[in-house]
């Protein structure tokens, strides 16, 4: 494999993702290595202040795209974002990921005094609109630049408390869906504001895991609710979103093609060839490469080896195929690593992909 050379990219990251969706010829697969809050590490920062700071949020961006040289640039609310905004509590530890810590639906009565925020003004939406709009103006000529933000059924979760949420599917089923319709609102109106960039909209939806719904609840409670979502994001002139969820979604593939979603970001639980012979020839797929056991804890030749293998499974995916991590990227993760993710996709994804590079 060692004969294999590392070739200069030809084209910038806009000029790639362009040509790929539009089934133009590339230089080389592209290869997403979301970055996400270890790119604090880079400008010598708390991850906290990628969160309640503009002008960290920007710089770690600029530095991530310099260092790594990354192929996108994204910003968003985060998992409990829309919550935060509707009324639950959020933290923002020194060196972590934020999480929620109190939550605005205790008692069932309590969804009674919420509403739709302000999709400007509510919880840190005016941050992440501003640090958008700096990308935008920064780096957007040269990678794309999106905007994050989670999925209806995780937000009702970090309303209520996950625990709580789920036992309301069996119990309050009328309740759960008032909680959805709220968090989708919530999530609608403060697109509607992001749409107004430059910028793509994806969704991540790890709630809604096959490890904690089964496929019944996931078409009840889940999919109208992300189909409404994704309609929203496409009416607006954006591209069909990526839509990520946690764990093992096998038992859900076709549902979240149906979702409308352009693109499925898939954990590393799941086996892409499975995957590609399932959805492959209706959305493009995305993943997925070990965040843990490769990228955060493997050596170089091990990202190497685990990007061919995902390459040989999924390089001939009807709808296309993009390098990415299965999840999001550990904050310690060693840069050589990065490193290597990024040039195993010059190394092995040249076009025309070619599978004597990586068999």
Known sequence: MNNVLIKKDQMTAKERNAAFITG?????????????????????????????????AVEAQ??????YESEGAGIGP???????????????????????????????????????????????FSIILQVAERLVEKLGREIPISVSVPGPFTTAGNLRGAEKFLKDLYKNPEFAHRLLRLSVDSTIAFVREAAKLDVNINIAEPSASGSLIS????????????????????????????LHICGNTKKVWEDMADTGAGLLSLDNQVDLGEAKQAVGSRVVLVGNIKPTETMYLGKPSDVEENARECLRKAYDSPKGYILALGCGLPIPTPPENIHALRDSARKYGQFPLNPENFN
Do not use: M, W
Request: with cysteine.
């Open 24 to 56: 133009k010829p590339y230089d080389r697969i592209p290869c997403n290595l979301f970055i996400g809050d270890h790119a604090a590490r880079l400008i010598g920062a708390k991850v906290s202040e990628l969160h309640l700071s503009v002008e960290k």
């Open 62 to 67: 600029i530095a991530a795209f310099k260092t």
């Open 78 to 124: 985060g998992l409990g974002g829309i919550a935060e905004a509707i009324g639950s509590r959020q933290e923002y530890p020194y060196n972590g990921a934020p999480f929620v810590s109190d939550y605005a639906v205790k008692e069932i009565e309590d969804i009674n005094r919420l509403s739709i925020p302000d999709p400007i003004k509510g919880g840190r």
């Open 215 to 242: 496929r019944k609840q996931f078409k009840e409670f889940a999919f109208p609710y992300l189909k409404e979502l994704t309609d929203n994001i496409k009416e607006l002139g954006k591209p069909a979103p990526s």
